[in-house]
């Protein structure tokens, strides 16, 4: 199915479980809102499944978007281009932080090659959907086409829908590519509208002093982009500031609200292409979970223009997934406890 219709088709989450769940835990064996934002986080599952108690997710996907950055030969990150297909590797030899962790969960582990710059040979758990050799590099003109943005968008869209046809219940946003950071900060500054000091990241650990030339190439691209593109056209952006990653992350997300399952965003590459989903699909946040807080300033803020309150804040500078697979576990406690906890009156607790 095209990405941009079904969009335009995605439903908000069902607010009479929403509301139903919220109403339960007040029957459950503790004192009202003792559990937090886990109680808020059950009902979100709740509202999705439409359904009072939930079934826990319990088949995780993590899918994790891989692609090249042309802005890599600015010099904005320590790490050479080829370090992106190198781990590639490591993901499918299950040697990564995101295989580690996917493992406690049972979370299958997909690679998607949106855009690596160097050939990958076919294997088990790779995906190769190349929209390009890496993109362009987006402090001298547009990162890629608008063709290969809506390209990486249905990319990132069918593997969601492919997960959940093969019943996996859970999504979880993953992504690798030397250099990201500095396109997510660009979209970031770009679609908050906020300085592009207040956004930028140290990324892999970078110097100060690059991490000024990283500000300036920043600036330059979103003044270049907000001189011809608005923050609605969302094809517009991505073409002038993303990565593939970007665009197959925002088909991702809306592939998991017209699927209807929850999907965990991670640090700043997915929480940055979720402020571009909203424009393309408002209601498809609704299926989102901010799993943490990353380390990188822009991940922040825009998780708070998305109004998401992060569940996690470990201080990960990581990516591929890492922080949203943490965060598994608690989504999944969090509706186990609403599902199986005794209610005053089964457990013969004395209500006050
Ligand atoms: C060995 C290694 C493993 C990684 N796993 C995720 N990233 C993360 O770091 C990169 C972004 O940071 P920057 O913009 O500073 O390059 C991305 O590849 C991201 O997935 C890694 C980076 C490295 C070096
Ligand atoms: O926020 C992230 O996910 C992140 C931070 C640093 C490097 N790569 C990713």
């Known amino acids: 199915m095209d990405v941009f219709e079904a969009a335009k088709l995605v439903v908000g989450i069902d607010t009479k479980s929403f509301e139903e769940a919220k109403a339960?835990?007040?029957?459950?064996?503790?004192?009202?809102?003792?559990?937090?934002?886990?109680?808020?986080?059950?009902?979100?599952?709740?509202?999705?499944?439409?359904?009072v108690p939930a079934r826990t997710p319990s088949r995780g996907a993590l899918a994790i978007f891989a692609g090249d950055h042309g802005v890599l030969e600015e010099g904005i990150s320590p790490w050479p281009m080829?370090?992106?297909?190198?781990?590639?590797?490591?993901?499918?030899?299950?040697?990564?932080?995101?295989?580690?962790?996917?493992?406690?969960?049972?979370?299958?582990?997909?690679?998607v090659d949106v855009g690596v710059a160097l050939d990958l040979v076919p294997t088990e758990g790779l995906i190769i959907q190349k929209v390009a050799k890496g993109t362009s590099n987006l402090a001298k003109g547009a990162a890629m086409?608008?063709?290969?943005?809506?390209?990486?968008?249905?990319?990132?869209?069918?593997?969601?829908?492919?997960l959940v046809l093969d019943g996996h219940d859970i999504l979880i946003a993953g992504d690798m590519g030397i250099g990201n950071t500095t396109p997510s900060a660009a979209i970031v500054a770009f679609m908050?509208?906020?300085?592009?000091?207040s956004v930028t990241g140290y990324g892999t650990g970078i110097s100060s002093e690059l991490f000024e030339k990283k500000v300036a190439i920043i600036e330059s691209a979103v003044s270049r982009t907000a001189s011809s593109i608005d923050?609605?056209?969302?094809?517009?952006?991505?073409?002038?500031i993303g990565g593939f990653e970007h665009g197959a992350t925002v088909g991702f997300i809306?592939?998991?609200?017209?699927?209807?399952?929850?999907?965990?965003?991670?640090?700043?590459?997915?929480?940055?292409?979720?402020?571009l989903a909203r424009e393309l699909s408002p209601l498809s946040l609704q299926y989102c979970f901010a799993g943490h807080a990353s380390r990188e300033v822009g991940a922040k803020v825009a998780n708070s223009a998305l109004g998401m309150e992060p569940l996690l804040n470990l201080d990960l500078a990581l990516g591929e997934g890492s922080g949203a697979l943490l965060a598994l576990g608690l989504i999944q406690g969090a509706t186990d406890l609403l599902a199986d906890m005794a209610t005053f009156d089964q457990a013969g607790v004395t209500e006050k």
């Open 24 to 51: 339960r835990q007040l029957t459950l064996t503790k004192p009202p809102y003792a559990l937090g934002a886990l109680e808020d986080v059950a009902a979100q599952i709740c509202g999705i499944a439409s359904l």
């Open 82 to 111: 080829e370090v992106t297909a190198q781990m590639v590797g490591n993901f499918l030899s299950g040697g990564a932080a995101a295989n580690v962790l996917a493992k406690r969960t049972s979370t299958k582990v997909l690679v």
């Open 145 to 162: 086409t608008r063709e290969q943005a809506a390209k990486a968008i249905q990319v990132g869209f069918d593997v969601a829908c492919d």
């Open 192 to 197: 908050v509208g906020a300085p592009v000091a």
């Open 231 to 240: 923050r609605s056209d969302v094809l517009g952006v991505l073409s002038s």
């Open 254 to 275: 809306i592939g998991a609200a017209f699927s209807k399952v929850p999907l965990v965003l991670d640090g700043v590459i997915s929480n940055s292409s979720a402020l």
